[in-house]
């Protein structure tokens, strides 16, 4: 590993905890109805995101251009490569590690689904980006999301999937590995044990509650994540600040969901 990658790695995990609490304004052609919900208003939702204090954000190359430079310094930007459907409707990769490099970005994501036909075309964009990326010491933070073809296309968080999904991260030569909580602690627990780089969840599907996305969050910190990186669960919030508190709260204080959330006030 190159110095830079060190370093902007460090960046990253630089809180305390050695954790990290990562804000996900990165859902483009993923996102759904563009009038609608937590990301209708894009600057407003970067907006509400960065009141609640992340460590990092992690947006799409043109989002950045536009809306970073107000926040420049104010949490680690990450670059956000990958651009797909579950059905592969869209399947592109928008941004390489030379342009995270001149977004003064401190790490470059490849959001990928596995499983299906098309695993090979996303796997390669993995492995592609890590070997560029190593040129420039950008380290690679990989966001993968298995799915499942019996009823359509759908992202889902097995165990199996999930261990399934960090080995195909972690065998790509990736820095940080982003994946679902499966809900299951024990099977969660060896996975991040046998996986030998860093291991964060994704904030997953809104949940019906603030304390249920707190108390998933909780669990898989004790099983041995590094983090989360929340994106509906925060911005889709009535109130992203205390959603924010709380989840500090959880990932750097060691916070049980309900005292996170009695501390936020939410």
């Known amino acids: 590993m190159s110095l830079g990658t060190k370093v902007r790695l460090a ?16 859902h483009f052609v993923g996102y759904g109805d563009v009038r609608k919900g937590g990301l209708a208003d894009l600057p407003g939702a970067l907006a509400r995101v960065m009141v609640g204090k992340p460590d990092y954000v992690s947006i799409q190359p043109g989002t950045a251009r536009h809306l970073w430079p107000q926040y420049a310094g104010k949490a ?7 651009c ?11 941004a390489t590690p030379e342009d995270a490099v ?8 490849v959001a990928i689904p596995v499983r299906g036909a098309t695993e090979g075309k ?30 359509g296309a759908k992202i889902v968080f097995t165990p199996d999937e999930i261990a399934y999904a960090a080995r195909i991260g972690y065998e790509s030569g990736v820095d ?14 060896e996975t991040v044990r046998t996986c030998p780089v860093p291991v ?4 997953g599907p809104k949940t019906d509650t603030l304390l249920g996305a707190l108390q998933q969050t909780a669990d898989a910190i004790r099983a041995g994540a590094r983090g989360a990186v929340v994106g509906r669960n925060l911005w889709g919030h009535g109130d ?4 924010a508190i709380a989840f500090r709260g959880v990932i750097h204080d060691g916070l049980s969901a309900q005292d996170a959330l009695a501390k936020a006030g939410a």
């Open 11 to 26: 960046r990253l995990f630089s809180h305390p905890s050695g954790n990290l609490f990562g804000g996900a304004v990165d």
């Open 76 to 82: 680690s930007l990450v670059i956000q490569a990958g």
């Open 84 to 94: 797909f459907t579950p059905d592969d409707r869209i399947s592109e990769l928008i």
């Open 102 to 109: 001149r977004a003064g970005a401190d790490a470059l994501a």
């Open 122 to 151: 996303y796997i390669r964009w993995l492995t592609d980006s890590v070997n560029a990326a190593a040129r420039y010491g950008m380290p690679v933070v990989a966001h993968i999301y298995p799915r499942d073809f019996t009823d």
């Open 176 to 189: 940080v590995i982003k994946i679902g909580y499966t809900g299951d602690f024990e099977s969660f627990r």
């Open 200 to 203: 964060v969840i994704a904030g």
């Open 240 to 243: 992203p600040e205390k959603a």
